[in-house]
Structures are given as C-alpha cells and as structure tokens.
C-alpha cells in the first residue's frame, strides 16, 4: 500500500465543518478507512478582549479549506471531489498536489499546539496609547511585536529619550 500523504481540498467557505462530517461519514459508508487517515479544519484558539473581559474564540486559519491525510487513490479522490460542498483539490487541474515537506511538517506541529494565542492587534509600526499599567497615559510606536508571548515592545518617549519597554498587548489601543 502507497505511503499517506496530506492533501489540501477547497471547500465552500464557511462549511468546512459540513464538509468533513460528510467526508468521514462517506469513508466510513464506503469503508475507505484503510486509505483515509485524517480530515482536519486547521483551528487555533484565538484571545480577544472586548469590553476589558477576555474572551476565548476559534478561528479557522484557512478559511475554506480542509487537510486531508490519505493514500493517493482513484476511488479516495473521486469520493471527495463528488462531495457536497468540495470545489476541489488543490493542484493542477485532474491532479491533486501533496503538500511539501516543510508544509508537512507545519501542519504536524500546527495539530501539536495547544496553546491559545493572543489576538494582538497591532503590527510594527503602529502608533499606539497606553491605556493601563505603569505606562498608562503614554503614547509611542510599536517595535516589535511577540505573538507567541502576546506582547509588544512599544518606542516611549520617557524623560525625552526614546526608551523600548515591552508591554502586555491588552495595555495597548492603536491609535489614528
């Protein structure tokens, strides 16, 4: 039996969920389990903060599409590409591409993560206004920004000297 790739499959946006119930509804009717390994809707787990009260939400990171990890068959593809919702594969036209390697890899870690990220909404760049903390009334540039650590490091001017100070993102507001 050949190795299982991952495939990327195009789907109407906002039925991805639709779409793989009715994918693994169908490998399972048509007992295609021995070729189609996983379907996923890649998700992460976004911080907002509205109203000063954080929220937890899930955002797709790839509106309208699905990965999909299986043996590279005539009946496999057939079955997905006839299904409600499916615009198609990505590739050239009659040929579905595997991901790359590194794309592979990604997707590996991307199922891995756990953790749920701030939603930072600002870039470098930005001008922005310290609305709370020690620094709460400042106003200076963004510098850099860490997503991973859902901090910013804003440029303020203390004392008249510009001074890099590295403040949570949910101090920040971006300004005009």
């Not at 906002?14 to 994918?23: C, F």
């Not at 993560?113 to 909404?121: D, S």
């Not at 870039?123 to 620094?135: A, E, L, Q, T």
Request: without cysteine; charged residues 30%; aromatic residues 8%.
């Amino acid at each position: 039996m050949a190795e299982p790739k991952w495939f990327v499959v195009h789907t109407l946006a906002g039925h991805e969920h639709k779409v793989k119930a009715i994918l693994e509804r169908q490998v399972k009717l048509n007992h295609l389990e021995d070729k189609v390994f996983e379907i996923v809707v890649p998700e992460e787990k976004v911080m907002t903060v509205k109203g000063g009260k954080k929220r937890i939400q899930v955002k797709k990171v790839f509106p309208g599409y699905l990965f999909i990890r299986m043996v590279e068959d005539e009946d496999v593809i057939r079955l997905i590409r006839n299904t409600t919702g499916v615009t198609g594969f990505v590739g050239t036209p009659g040929r579905p591409s595997t991901l790359n390697p590194q794309e592979e890899h990604w997707i590996k870690r991307f199922l891995e993560q756990k953790e749920i990220r701030p939603e930072l909404k600002v870039k470098k760049g930005d001008r922005v206004y310290i609305k709370s903390g020690p620094f709460m009334g400042y106003e200076g540039f963004v510098d850099e920004v860490y997503p991973e650590k859902g901090t910013v490091k804003v440029l303020l001017s203390i004392f008249g000297r510009e001074t890099p100070t590295e403040i949570d993102h949910t101090q920040v507001e971006k300004t005009d």
